[in-house]
T-cell receptor, first 114, second 112 residues
Framework: DAKTTQPPSMDCAEGRAANLPCNHS???????VYWYRQIHSQGPQYIIH???NNETNEMASLIITEDRKSSTLILPHATLRDTAVYYC???????????????FGQGTILTVHP | DGGITQSPKYLFRKEGQNVTLSCEQN?????MYWYRQDPGQGLRLIYY???????QKGDIAEGYSVSREKKESFPLTVTSAQKNPTAFYLC???????????FGPGTRLTVT
């Protein structure tokens, strides 16, 4: 699975959009980009995933560049409860009968300020 | 409510003792996983199981053992052979055809 690079920390004002970048320059054609987050001392929570196209759900939007070497997770209106560690993960086993192994890096600590 | 249960939340053991961490899910998921997390670090995969009575080693399986006798249960034993067992242990599950892993609340193990 491809390696990812994320900034160690970011700040965001409450109510503003949080844009979290991720580089995955060695991603291959059948690898998906996943985002999870982990609030302190809890289990990680799935946010969103994508392959080529931009994706949006009730939690966030995922923008993947055309060459797929980087992506950005967007939390459109950050709240204090969005303060967490955000992990960008590249995985070739998106579903089907795969075992779905995820490789977590150190992630980005997002702090949302009042 | 459907979900993943890990117990206990905090566990303390003396060095040299084996300890078993519980993980139960009522989501009817086929795959289950155990991860370890050290302070300030990401998660590392210990073991995973795709179906009952089958499991595979992850990246850091040494000093750990698992069993998968029932679909809903995937206990992890931390043996005395594990050199640095103090950590936060997370269990997860995933449906066979799904994309999302569902995580339990974790067990924080302290060995002194």
């Amino acid at each position: 699975d491809a390696k990812t690079t994320q900034p160690p920390s970011m700040d965001c004002a409450e109510g503003r959009a949080a844009n979290l970048p991720c580089n995955h320059s060695t991603i291959s054609g059948n690898e998906y980009v996943y985002w999870y987050r982990q609030i302190h001392s809890q289990g990680p929570q799935y946010i969103i995933h994508g392959l080529k196209n931009n994706e949006t759900n009730e939690m966030a939007s995922l923008i993947i560049t055309e060459d797929r070497k980087s992506s950005t997770l967007i939390l459109p209106h950050a709240t204090l409860r969005d303060t967490a560690v955000y992990y960008c993960i590249v995985n070739r086993n998106a579903g089907g009968t795969s075992y779905g192994k995820l490789t977590f890096g150190q992630g980005t600590i997002l702090t949302v300020h009042p | 409510d459907g979900g993943i249960t890990q117990s206990p939340k905090y566990l303390f053991r003396k060095e040299g003792q084996n300890v078993t961490l519980s993980c139960e899910q009522n989501l009817n998921h086929d795959a289950m996983y155990w991860y370890r997390q050290d302070p300030g670090q990401g998660l590392r995969l210990i073991y995973y199981s795709q179906i009952v009575n089958d499991f595979q080693k992850g990246d850091i399986a040494e000093g750990y053992s698992v069993s998968r006798e029932k679909k809903e249960s995937f206990p992890l034993t931390v043996t005395s052979a594990q050199k640095n067992p103090t950590a936060f242990y997370l269990c997860a599950s995933k449906p066979a055809t799904g994309y999302e892993q569902y995580f339990g609340p974790g067990t924080r193990l302290t060995v002194t």
